[in-house]
């Protein structure tokens, strides 16, 4: 059993930074790829980025390229996503989530998922 805690959302404004955490229980940690997604108000829930298991392999959404940077840490068990030059658009609820099985870039689904952290970013 994983459990998954995010933390660093807020209220920034256009154009500021903000670094989201997703904590993660258990000692098997580093067998998970990682992942963040995000669902705005009144729309889906859609994919961010994705990690592989030892860091090396990462993928972004478009909408996010150049801006948002994901990473882990897995002696702290823990998936970071650096989110620099905020857009209003980029304002939702971040959550993470664990795939055991698959390639970070496709997994065939998602083992675990966190609560979430809100994100707004203002005009």
């Known amino acids: 059993q994983v459990q998954l805690v995010e933390s660093g959302g807020g209220l920034v404004h256009a154009g500021d930074s903000l670094r989201l955490s997703c904590a993660a229980s258990?000692?098997?940690?580093?067998?998970?790829?990682m992942h963040w997604f995000r669902q705005a108000p009144g729309k889906g829930r859609e994919p961010v980025a994705s990690?592989?298991?030892?860091?090396?392999?990462?993928y972004y959404a478009d909408s996010v390229k150049g801006r948002f940077t994901i990473s882990r840490d897995n002696a702290l068990n823990t998936i970071y996503l650096q989110m620099n030059s905020l857009k209003p658009e980029d304002t939702a609820v971040y959550h993470c989530a664990a795939s055991a099985s698959g390639t970070f870039y496709a997994p065939p689904s998602f083992d675990y998922w966190g609560q979430g952290t809100q994100v707004t970013v203002s005009s």
């Open positions: 258990g000692r098997t940690f580093s067998t998970y790829n």
């Open positions: 990690i592989s298991r030892g860091g090396g392999g990462t």
